[in-house]
């Protein structure tokens, strides 16, 4: 089955204590990309990644930290996670970056952080 | 600046009657846009988009989008809710000068009622 898959799914941590939501996809993307939804304000995205070894910082990217070492994966790093940074985070992947098809993007369950 | 907003926290309407969901934006350059929907505990799902062509897009579930540039605008539509229906919609676009780059509407929450 063609999906993106993150974890974990729920995670509950302290101020300080670094962290990682891995995400993975199967269905061989280019293009991936981490946002995080608040209530009232959609989706924002925090990086993306046209390629392996080609990220890129989004709208909202201080405190996070991205790597893409191998296609399928692209894991977001929480250095020093902050009560802020607590969140609903979402990894999403497109078949190519810069085209248009790669707005037809496939999304993870979510990972729902808590950071007290 | 660049925008996509979506009017309405909420919408409420009765199994069988139609349904709206507004969404207006303000971008430069030909307008691409889109509707995701998020079901209860997953993540976004592509519903359909509009890229140039007709001003009525079909999508998956029996939704449809009618795209209007004098209004600005780009509303969800389906003639007949279903209780499955309700879900949280977002309205997307991208920021003018890459395509990585969308911009997401707050949300608006769909509720029908049987």
């Known amino acids: 089955e063609a999906q993106v898959t993150q974890n974990p799914r729920y995670l509950i941590t302290v101020t300080g204590k670094k962290l990682t939501v891995t995400c993975s996809q199967n269905m061989n993307h280019e293009y991936m990309s981490w946002y995080r939804q608040d209530p009232g304000l959609g989706l924002r995205q925090i990086y993306y990644?046209?390629?392996?070894?080609?990220?890129d910082k989004g709208d909202v990217p201080e405190g996070y930290k991205v790597s893409r070492k191998e296609k399928r994966n692209f894991p977001l790093i929480l250095e020093s996670p902050s009560p802020n940074q607590t969140s609903l985070y979402f990894c999403?992947?497109?078949?190519?970056?810069?085209?248009?098809?790669?707005?037809?993007?496939?999304f993870g369950p979510g990972t729902r952080l808590t950071v007290t | 600046a660049q925008s996509v907003a979506q009017p309405e926290d909420q919408v409420n309407v009765a199994e069988g009657n139609p349904l709206t969901v507004k969404c207006t934006y303000s971008v430069s350059g030909n307008p691409y846009l889109f509707w995701y929907v998020q079901y209860p505990n997953r993540g976004l799902q592509f519903l359909l988009k509009y890229i140039t062509g007709d001003n009525l897009v079909k999508g998956s579930y029996g939704f449809e989008a009618e795209f209007n540039k004098s209004q600005t605008s780009f509303h969800l539509k389906k003639p007949s809710a279903l209780v499955s229906d309700s879900a949280l919609y977002f309205c997307a676009g991208p920021l003018s000068g890459g395509y990585n780059k969308l911009i997401f509407g707050a949300g608006t929450r769909l509720a029908v009622h049987p």
């Open positions: 990644s046209m390629n392996v070894e080609v990220t």
């Open positions: 999403a992947s497109s078949l190519r970056g810069g085209r248009v098809s790669s707005y037809e993007q496939y």
